[in-house]
DNA sequence: TATGAATGAGTCTTCATTCAT
DNA sequence: CATGAATGAAGACTCATTCAT
């Protein structure tokens, strides 16, 4: 990720005036839009909200994007992107499978925490998820991506004997399944439980569960 | 549960005719609404085809619902009423703690299946909660309902000292964060991986490391 | 056509009321069509420009047409069908060829006197014609069936020796052709010249030279 | 028309660089016009498809006209000088009336036939005349130089006792006439017939009408 | 001169809701 | 109670034109 990121950033100086001025229309509706959708939803936000927001006009949006929809599917390709790539960040790290699977599950945590206001922008996007086939895939992708990602640690879990000889697969997923469930508790109900005793017990309960046990 | 549908079956047969006649015509506007709105989201479905749908006129429709919302609103009550007595009913049930665990665990499997049509309403819904206070109340209700019945069982647990002594609200979250979020990853990849399996692993995951340690 | 006139006013007034509301109404929006597209053209004209003319308000137009191209291949469909009855009621005439040519010509001069606030109408669906297929090939459907008619009152002079052994085909065109461009002439210049005048002179030049001569 | 050409190129060769460019620029973008217009039509064709077919930019577009409108007339010019340039080219003709007539004639079939493509066009001016004083004007003096010019020849025909003693005004407008409409015809239905034989046979019925009888 | 990004008034169309019958 | 024609406010999108560079 970082040598990515280096490489962006060279990117980014290499190019010409014209498409950084680009980029940073894009990111300016982009920015907008997440803003607006995540407050107002995909339907009840306007076109002249983005406006407002983004402080360009509606020919400017249009020049950039050539529909609503075309916003929509760009934003969550950005946020899907920038989660991909916190994810990433943890491929490298080295440390015993628990520390490694701690850490992925802190880095989750302050994922979510981080993207707070872009939860609700995930159910809207979830809910498309059932009538349209792109966003479906993308976010199979998206969920395949992590799932590989908690497998390899398990897996090096099992290699050097600290997990049990647990099922990759269906342990990856109890993971996954468990942040997905409990972020979503707490979006229904934010201020009904803290966020960190929300998490910590069920991860420490799943992680005792395939600790090796003493024999 | 049972009882309910007794006493249900009852009211419907003191009603009056013309009573009952409205009250049909409610639940064919549901039933509508219901396969309406889980195909096409509650934005892009038309009062025309809820007409379409459910074979009563514009007319009809809006005199028994003041408006689309309303519609809404009244699917969501269905939708939640309908858990929550499937939740009920296991209430009553007699057993071991991990029996009633496990009784519960498997009602909520079946409840997903059975409404497997009603997980992208579902969705709808949560995107919904964040922009609307009832909306997100009730489904706060729903959840507290849920947390309160895995307490108790768990609570049982340790009182007849089959679990150890953990926190019972963190672990029933620990419990109905993972069904949910399990269904969740089942709802973006159906096709990715079995029902069953995905279940029973993180089940019994997080059973056993509750379960009482012989010491 | 009397008989067809006929059938169709008896077949109004077996139809429902809903059915005669439907008529009327699409009635009523081409009558607004017809003026105002004739007056601005297709393009200059709005939506709300229809809705001031008929009286109707814009969803009631769009109950009847779903878009404003639709009701403008409607008005081309009552334009034409308008003008095909009134050729086909030349058919029946009984008489020698040029007096039956003569009452085809008339007809068609008054015709184009009738329509004189179509004809702007009329040239833009030819302009149209060139991009809409489905314009062109009503617009040629519209012209073979003047042309067989008139094939047959020349065919007819022919056998019965009033006019000269010409081809058919291609003194029909000659005629046709004739009417059109005269038409179109006028329409550039209405006042530049009398209408009768100058339809008379080129009539009588093109039968002059197919009537029989004397030998 | 040569000698016209010839002062025209001499005017070229006397014009600054910079004006030669402008000159050469302003055909770039009537050139485009041509191609964009004749094949979408006024309306449908966007600025955006001149930039494209001209190669020129928005602005420079702009710089060199001042509206869509502007374009659409000064092609209307060119056109319109194009085709008078090439009537001009007959008036010197000397032969009989009739050689000079035929002449004429196939002159503008010629010209139909080279501005096969420019005919949608034209039709666009003729729906446009209706609307718009200017347009209208334009080509009552296109059509009107036309007359002039049969006229004279008629006349010619007249004097030199090749024709009979018709009417010269309206025989010209019986020629004119029956080109325009065998033009329309043909504009509708190009398959239909062939061209040449759609106009041979007319002239011919037309001239032999006026042809002086032996007595 | 030339560019093309930006503007924003103007359009068609939609669709929840109403109401005369 | 029921019908479905009618309403009209509202919204996404277009595109001729402008203007800073």
């Known amino acids: 990720m970082f040598g990515y990121k280096v490489i962006a950033d060279r990117l980014v100086s290499l190019v010409s005036p ?34 407002a927001e983004s402080g360009l006009s509606k020919g400017a949006i ?3 994007y050539k529909s609503k929809d075309a916003i929509i599917m760009a ?19 080295d440390g015993t499978a628990e520390e490694n699977l701690r850490i992925f599950s802190q880095a989750a945590v302050a ?3 981080h993207f707070e206001r872009l939860m609700s922008l995930g159910y809207e996007f979830i809910a498309l998820a059932s009538r349209r086939e792109e966003v479906r895939e993308k976010l199979q ?22 997990f049990d000889n647990v099922d990759p697969q269906n342990t990856a997923m109890a993971f996954i399944g468990l942040y997905e469930g409990i972020a979503l508790l707490w979006f229904i ?27």
């Open 189 to 215: 109900d934010p201020l009904g439980l803290e966020w960190d005793k929300l998490t910590e017990t069920p991860f420490d309960m799943l992680l005792d569960s395939i600790r090796k046990k003493e024999s």
């Open 18 to 51: 014209k498409e950084k001025l680009e980029q940073e229309r894009r990111q300016q509706i982009l920015d907008a839009a997440e803003t607006v959708f995540s407050k107002q939803g995909f339907n009840d936000a306007r076109m002249d909200d983005l406006v």
């Open 111 to 113: 994922d979510i925490r």
């Open 141 to 162: 992708g998206y969920y395949k991506m992590y799932r590989e990602i908690l497998i390899r640690i398990i897996e090096q879990g099992i290699t050097e004997e600290e």
């Open 75 to 93: 934003l969550f390709d950005r946020v899907f992107l920038t989660e991909m790539k916190a994810a990433e960040a943890i491929i490298d790290a």
């Open 62 to 64: 249009y020049w950039y």
